[in-house]
């Protein structure tokens, strides 16, 4: 409820809000688990909570008081998706909650509005999937109706359906070793002594899942630096670009710092690399992740990549943009972000992106290197951008990914990763080189 009420009242993200709760509470790692599973859920499956709900109240459900909007929405969820929590546990649960948040009225409110689910859950109907395809999708996935309504002008019915399928889903940790301290074998002998289950991604050459990652911030391991949290898209982005030990490296918009940490290990820790973000506090995130992984390589700079220093002009031998953009990509990650999203933001983002990779032209050396990354799905932000990137700077071409990368390529320099395709967050790949 506390997180909850972070992330829903106060703009919260939640994955800061509730790292911050878990490690200031008394729990053990299953319960830390669970809370973990209580409010990714709720956040994941909103959209479609509300719309129970809204079937057995009088006013919209975000019209009621926020506390009370969050007790029934965590209630329910554990009604209708987690079946080894007994209904009449969460029942009790939520009306002690509204009693403690409202009054007597409210908890009998709570108290009927979930009696009344369990009696008709049976009877629930979803929009018509054949009429209302893209209203089906959103109300049963959990997603807004527009990014729906997109995936379905890019993609067929099936395509889209497995897509949102993917998003409305928990999936597992992914870690990636710090191979400047410890190989990944043994890195996972330490994970299963301290009572976590590893396994090696698929595709990251580096990457671990975790079946749970509950409690993990506080582990040695953790606060060592023999590990640090990443995608398997995002470490697979890092290693598009493979730079050589001794080279000189920008990445563009590089907080919170893990593809720049990636990057410096990638090198073995020799060379230059420049960790921009316009932001200080940001700034101080990367700092604080190259003291913990040891990428003493690594030099944080706060300033706006759409004009960095003259020293900078054609100073890189790499660049790496992995650019602002729509996430659309990582939406299971991120559980709240796609409330949080607006359709009008998409034209604003990739024009950003766009004169980010104009302004990142200058900045790489001829013969130079360049990744452009999004964890979005749109052509807009994606393709699009490249199109126009290469028509304005001639002196830019695509060139293959690296020999030997896990993913094969869709065409020459271009990879669009898809969930439904390769199982892992969405992300795009462009990898470009400075003409001599």
């Known amino acids: 409820m506390q997180v909850l009420l972070a992330v829903e009242g106060e703009g919260a993200y939640a994955g800061i809000a509730l790292a911050m709760s878990l490690s200031a509470s008394e729990l053990d790692k299953r319960d830390k688990a ?145 191979t400047l301290k410890i190989s990944r074998y043994e890195l996972c002998k330490k994970l299963l002594a301290a009572g976590y289950i590893a396994q090696p991604c698929r595709y990251a050459p580096d990457g671990l899942e975790l079946a749970s990652g509950a409690g993990l911030f506080d582990e040695q391991l953790f606060t060592s630096g023999l590990l640090t949290i990443q995608d398997e898209s995002s470490q697979l982005a890092a290693l598009a670009l493979l730079p050589q030990k001794g080279g000189k490296v920008i990445d563009l918009c590089a907080a919170p710092g893990g593809k720049a940490t990636y990057l410096a290990q990638l090198m073995d820790n020799q060379g230059q690399i420049i960790a921009c973000d316009l932001h200080k506090h940001r700034v101080e995130l990367i700092k604080e992740n190259c003291d913990r992984l040891g990428t003493t390589c690594v030099k944080p700079l706060a300033t706006d990549g759409l004009e960095l220093p003259l020293n900078y002009i054609n100073w890189a031998d790499y660049l790496l943009l992995d650019a602002p953009c729509s996430g659309l990509g990582v939406l299971s990650r991120r559980a709240d972000s796609r409330l949080r999203k607006e359709k009008n933001d998409l034209a604003e983002l990739a024009e950003l992106s766009y004169k980010l990779l104009l302004a990142a032209a200058d900045y790489l050396n001829f013969g130079g290197i360049m990744v452009y990354s999004t964890c979005t799905i749109t052509k807009a932000e994606n393709e699009d951008n490249i199109a126009r990137f290469l028509s304005a700077r001639a002196d830019y071409e695509l060139i293959d990914l690296p020999e030997n990368f896990p993913i094969k390529q869709d065409r020459r320099g271009i990879l669009q990763i898809l969930p439904q395709k390769q199982g892992i967050e969405g992300f795009f790949i462009a990898r470009l080189r400075r003409k001599v």
Request: glycine share 2%; proline share 5%; aromatic share 12%.
């Open 34 to 178: 669970f809370v973990t599973e209580l409010v990714n859920g709720v956040l994941r499956r909103q959209i479609t909570l509300d719309y129970f709900l809204n079937l057995f109240l009088k006013k919209p459900v975000d019209s009621l008081p926020l506390p009370i909007a969050e007790i029934l929405r965590l209630s329910l969820y554990q009604l209708a998706y987690l079946e080894k929590i007994p209904a009449s546990a969460a029942v009790n649960e939520a009306v002690e909650l509204a009693k403690r948040y409202g009054h007597q009225g409210t908890a009998a409110l709570v108290n009927g509005v979930l009696r009344n689910y369990l009696r008709q859950k049976e009877q629930i109907t979803f929009p018509d999937q054949q009429k209302e395809p893209a209203k089906f999708l959103a109300v049963y996935y959990s997603l807004p109706q527009w990014i729906v309504e997109l995936l379905l002008e890019q993609w067929t019915l099936a395509e889209t359906e497995q897509f949102c399928a993917y998003q409305a889903e928990s999936h597992k940790i992914i870690i990636r070793t710090n």
